[in-house]
């Protein structure tokens, strides 16, 4: 059974640093795109960034651009996201997602985790 | 980017009515639209993609359409369950965009 759990979530002021990490398990995590997407409080749903299964293609939402990261750790099964130069609308819970897998190109999310709460606020 | 407009906000129904929730795409994007549902404090669940196919263990109730560039989520006997936020999301062009949403409520 597929699982993703999220962690590193809490609050930050603005300019501060946060790394979030998404654990997976129940699937071969090297076969597939991953992503984080974020939904404000009271919010809908935004995509952040997703990233190849091999690591070398990376895409962000522009708003993010030059301030966070996507990366992951194929031996730990984990995706990660570093975030930088954090801004009070950066608030949301994050969410880890499942994309395709390698080879495909239709990027819709089947599988998500719980999500994990950053608050940017001073 | 792509813009995508859901319609309406809110649609109140009753538990056995039907619903037709509605997403509209600012440009072509094939077919490439999902829906998901999500309900207060979880996450969103994948419903439809490729505007019309169900995901794995989704009810046959739930079925997705398009007519145009207007993508149609229909539900046809809405069960207490079904209740939440119905989001739709284009993954033709980057960058990915969700509608904002449709809450179905009673």
């Known amino acids: 059974e597929v699982h993703l759990v999220e962690s590193g979530g809490g609050l930050v002021q603005p300019g501060g640093s946060l790394r979030l990490s998404c654990e997976a398990t129940?699937?071969?995590?090297?076969?597939?795109?991953m992503a984080w997407v974020r939904q404000a409080p009271g919010k809908g749903l935004e995509w952040v960034a997703n990233?190849?299964?091999?690591?070398?293609?990376?895409f962000y939402v522009d708003s993010v651009k030059g301030r966070f990261t996507v990366s992951r750790d194929t031996a730990k099964n984990s995706l990660y996201l570093q975030m930088n130069s954090l801004r009070v609308e950066d608030t949301a819970l994050y969410f880890c997602?499942?994309?395709?897998?390698?080879?495909?190109?239709?990027?819709?999310?089947?599988?998500w985790g719980q999500g994990a709460l950053v608050t940017v606020s001073s | 980017e792509v813009v995508v407009t859901q319609s309406p906000a809110t649609l109140s129904v009753s538990p056995g009515e039907g619903a037709t929730l509605s997403c509209r795409a600012s440009q072509s994007i094939i077919g490439n639209l999902a829906w998901y549902q999500q309900k207060p404090g979880q996450a969103p669940r994948l419903l439809i993609y490729?505007?019309?196919t169900r995901a794995t263990g989704i009810p046959a109730r739930f079925s997705g359409s398009v007519s145009g560039t207007e993508f149609t989520l229909t539900i046809s006997s809405l069960q207490s369950e079904d209740f939440a936020v119905y989001y739709c999301q284009q993954y033709n062009k980057w960058p990915l965009t969700f509608g904002g949403g449709t809450k179905v409520e009673i």
């Open positions: 490729g505007t019309s």
């Open positions: 997602a499942r994309g395709p897998g390698s080879g495909s190109y239709y990027y819709y999310f089947d599988y």
């Open positions: 990233i190849k299964p091999d690591g070398s293609e990376k």
């Open positions: 129940g699937f071969i995590f090297i076969d597939y795109w």
